[in-house]
């Protein structure tokens, strides 16, 4: 068990018969009253993000997920293979357990997955990834003093917003929890 006056942003918790990852904590000590955490949650299993309050001092069972890193390997119809690389042990996805890491997810990287006593709950992405631009529209000499944005298609079918400078087969380093252009690579 853990105090909620622990929390740390991605600690793992167990409420309601589920497992929880801490997105955002914050501790609030009205004048008149008891002192409670305001807390903002991801559902591991469904991804749902839930607010909840919790009472100061409340304790509450702490979730040990195991991260193991694995290698992507394809695709086959609504299935995606993922391979350990120490033991070679395979394991294959549900394109609905994993629908919006695969936006970011291309082949041989490795990624962690994120098992709960034995249930595969889905795959942690690294912070950035980089990307290959296949589609955008061609960037005009002079647009770049506007500090404007322009659609771009990369390799995984992702379309998000780049700067005009931007050209197709140009690799973007692109943020993984937001989906926004960082930089080239």
Request: hydrophobic fraction near 35%.
């Amino acid at each position: 068990m853990i105090s909620v006056n622990d929390f740390k942003t991605g600690l793992t918790i167990e409420v309601d018969n589920d497992v929880w990852q801490v997105l955002d904590f914050q501790h609030v000590k009205p004048g008149k009253g008891a002192a409670f955490v305001r807390s903002k949650l991801r559902n591991l299993r469904n991804g749902n993000i839930a607010e909840k309050t919790f009472r100061g001092g409340e304790k509450v069972g702490k979730a040990h997920v195991e991260h193991k890193k694995m290698q992507y390997l394809y695709a086959s119809g609504d299935s995606h293979a993922f391979m350990d690389t120490n033991t070679y042990e395979q394991i294959e996805l549900q394109t609905s357990q994993i629908e919006h890491e695969l936006k970011f997810i291309k082949e041989n990287m490795e990624v962690a997955i994120i098992a709960y006593e034995g249930e595969i709950l889905g795959v942690e992405l690294p912070n950035n990834v980089e990307l290959e631009v296949v589609e955008t529209e061609p960037g005009i000499k002079g647009d770049t003093a506007s500090g404007g944005t322009k659609p771009a298609t990369l390799e995984t079918g992702l379309t998000i917003q780049v700067p005009f400078f931007i050209n197709k087969g140009d690799v973007l380093i692109v943020s993984t929890s937001d989906g926004k252009y960082m930089s080239r690579a």
